[in-house]
Each structure stands twice: as C-alpha cells, then as structure tokens.
C-alpha cells in the first residue's frame, strides 16, 4: 500500500494544531492534522471535570492573529470555563473552515526520518502509513496523564475517573461517597464542587499546594469594550509580562520594604486575585527569603479560611511559593469548613491498594463509590515520548532524551531534522500564558517552513552545538531561580525515574528576541541541506 504524501503533519488539534493549519494552508502546504481525539480542543477536550477552567483571563487566553475574531468573540466571564474555551475552539474550527484537514479519532504511533528521501514517514496506531517532508508536534505539555500504579484499580466496583480524560457525559455525585485523590490545579479546582454535589467527599493530599483566590465573575461590559478599542496595545503588555497585561510587576524586593509594605503589597493582591500575585516583589522566585515571606502570608490566610487549625495547619505548604505552579481557586479553601468534607494526609502514610470498594491507606481502611484521581501528568515531554520518534540516524526520542530533554529553543531537536515541537521544552511554555505563546511558536515555525521551501532546500536540523549551548543557558537561568528546589512538574519529579531537568525556560520576552536574532540570520544553530 503507497502512503499518503502531504507537506506536512501535524500531531494534536488544540489551539496549536489549529493555528498551525491555518498558517500552513496560507503558504500553500497540503497539511494533515492528526487528532487522537473524537473532536478538536486538546488539553479543553480531554479536561472536562467539575470546575475546569483557566486560571489566566479569558480576553487573554485567546488567538490574536486574526482582529476579527476577537472583536467578535464575547467571553462572559473574567476566567473562562472549559465549556466555554471548548466552544470557542469548535468555533475557530469552523470559522477557518479547518476541519476538511483534521483526521479525528487518530493517533500518531510512529514517525520516522528517512534520510535518503528528506521525508518523515508516519505511522497511525490503526496502522495506516503517510508520508510528509515536514512534521510538527502540536502534542501539548500537558496531554499525557499520569495514574499512579496503585494495586488493585482494576478490582474497584465503583466509578473511577482522571481529570484529564474525563468522560463526555455528566458525572453524578449525588449521594455518593467521593475520594478525590490529589491537590493540585485539577484537584483544587474540582473539589469545591464535587463537595457542593456529593453526599460526603474525602480529600487525599500527600503535598499541599499554595492558592490564591480566583476572584471570578461576569466581565464588565465597559472594561471589555475598552480592551477592544485597543486590543493590540493590551496584547503587547500582555507580552512584555509573559502572562497578563494587568500583571503590574512590582520592581520593589520584598526583602527591601518593611513588614507593613510586604503586608500592604500581598493583601491587595489577594483581593485583586489570580496569578499576578506572584509579581508582588521581584526577588520571589529569586531569594528565599522573599519568598518565605509570601508563604508565610498565604499560610495565615489558610489559618483565617480554614476553621479547624488541624485541617489549616495540614493544608499549609511548607514548600516555596511558585515553585510548583500558583493555584488559582475558587472557595478551595473554605470547601474544608464543610461538614462532608474531609482532609486525610497521605504524606507519611500513603495510599496503599485500591479494594473493591474504596482504598487503604497505610493507616485507615475507606469505602467509595467514585474514585477521581486528580494526579496531574507526564509534563512536557510525556506525549512526545509515547510516539515512536527516530531521527536521522534512526535513533530514538527516548534514546536521544534518556537523560532528560535537549532541543535546541523548544522547537528543533538535534538529529531529527524537519521535525518542529510547539512549546517543548526548553522554552518559555508553562511559564508563560500558552495562547500567546504558541502563536508565537507557530509563527517561527511556518516562516521557517517557508524559508526552507522558498530556499529549495531539502531539511533543516538543529546542530548538536547550538541544542548544547541553548540547554546549558536554559539550565543557568533556571539555577539564578528558586524554581530548580521545588518538587514539580516542571522538573519531572512528579513521575517515578523521570530525569530530573527544569524543563521550561524563563523569560519570554528575551526568548522572542533570541528566536528572532536566529531566523533574522538566516537560521543560525541550524544545518541547511540542497
Ligand atoms: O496535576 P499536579 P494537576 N499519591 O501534578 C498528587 C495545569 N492546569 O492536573 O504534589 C497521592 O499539579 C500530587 O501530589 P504531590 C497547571 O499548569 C491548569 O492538578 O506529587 N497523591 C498532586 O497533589 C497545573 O500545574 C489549570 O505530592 C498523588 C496531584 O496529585 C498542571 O495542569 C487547571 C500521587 C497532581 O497535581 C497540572 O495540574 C488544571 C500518589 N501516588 C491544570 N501521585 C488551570 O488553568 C500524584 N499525586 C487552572
């Protein structure tokens, strides 16, 4: 059977996948969009638990490439629900006419380089072959979830779920004896209204994660109608800051302004919400104790919160403030004052079997009729490495990768030429609000499809020398950042045996500068071949 020819491939049809196409049809590419999903939206696909939605606000988490669309869209709240992203998307989809081009229900298995021909062949894990000179990985950071390998799950005889793959019709927890198994984003934000629904709710939390309040609620007609008038400009602060236009970084350091300035700064970000709180000081994520500083303010909010000092004291990070990404929440806190929640702490003594009808701890015995699992996933590179990936001289992602990810700006890795990643590791990605940061991705990478076909050329791939020295700066920045001390995600260690390499680079608006010095002399750090 002959394979199937396009330009290019692309893997994933959340917003990255779809901008890509959009841009790529512009440039007269035949692509095809691989989605293993029965429909588009990624990460707004899969994560469709109670109380999903974004913790960066709606008029920023949103395409910007086209004036049109976001004159048109109207989101109704200050962050919007995965529902509501979700029809946005389908929306984009429709409106761009994208969907002719994406193959849904269709996961990508393999994709290997054949160097004699310049061409990736790929391979569906339904088995059907297609070839592409260009492939691109718009797989998503946080797409692979992580269950952990408890004994016993497949015994259990009442309903489980993981928050990043949740089911499509409605979850019914009244009545029900719920346990929600982890407190990070997904778990803080499901809790709340799990609790409001299900007969009794028990809460199993091995690490406590910092939270700021969400402050969520309809926006304001005029705010919004302002933010239209200037779009453009309100996207540009919003660049400059990585996350929010309204992030109002302050230049002060904590550890240089009194108690009462500390307190002043940190009270009125709590009551402004959401993540700019950690722009209160500019040496939190720098100087310990800064940053003792902020925990030591979120911890006496949790006492105030919180009525039972046992539960609060448990609840009480004594980890670093930003380390693991900030928790945005709405009534997280206050959930735990409810007489049908409680808090078990699986620090000391974890969860040891799930039992056909609830699960053990080292310590007690509990019985459940629904079992959620909130454990977060694989980040970064999980999605990447579940695809059997061979480069030039047919060795393997996970060969290239055994000791943690090297690419050369997050979008090239050395040996697998024309081969692009959207977000991977080693940029900006999850320390950055990911729509205009794929945008920008998705940008660099169609002109430098462009180029290399304008130029006639056969590949493009990242020298061995450049993917070093990007990784060694990528870890030194990291190293000037308290970021590397805390026990996250970012750094793998949520995953038994995964390398641990702070994955994600800090600071956006010098790594749009350096993408941009790289295209600007013709590709420089890359190999070009006739
Ligand atoms: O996953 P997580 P998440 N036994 O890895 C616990 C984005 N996001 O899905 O910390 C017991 O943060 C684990 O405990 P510990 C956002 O970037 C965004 O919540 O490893 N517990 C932890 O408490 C976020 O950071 C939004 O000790 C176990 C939890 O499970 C990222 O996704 C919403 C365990 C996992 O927390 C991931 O968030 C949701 C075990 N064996 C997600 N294994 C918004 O936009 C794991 N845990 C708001």
Redesign the pocket.
Known sequence: MTAKQFDVIVVGAGFAGLYLLHRLRALGLQTRVFEAGSDVGGTWFW?RYPG????IESLEYSYQFSDALQQEWEWSERYATQPEILRYINHVADRFDLRRDIALNTRVAAAHFDASRSRWAVTTQAGDAYQAKYVVMATGC?SSA?L?DFPGLQRFTGDWYH??HWPHEPVDFAGKRVAV???????I?SIPVIAEQAAALTV????P?FSVPAHNGPLDPERVADIKANYRRFREANRQTAFHADFRYNAANATEVSAQERQREYEARWDRGGLPFMAAFADLVFDEQANESAAEFIRGKIHEIVEDPETAELLSPRSMVGC??LC?DSHYYATYNRANVRLVD?SQH??KAITPTGLETELEAFAFDVIVF????DAMTGALMSIDIRGRLGETLQQAWAEGPKTYLGLAIAGFPNLFTVTGPGSPS?LTNMLPTIEHHVEWITDCINYVEQKGLASIDATADAQEAWVAHVNDVAESSLYPRGNS?YLGA?IPGKPRVFMPYLGFPPYADKCKAVADNGYQGFALSG
């Open positions: 994560n999903a939605r974004c913790d946080l992580n952990p928050t990043g198994i982890g407190t990070g984003s997904s778990g934000q199993f939390q091995r690490t994660n693991k990404r945005v699986v974890g969860i909130a454990t977060g996933f999850v995600w949520n």
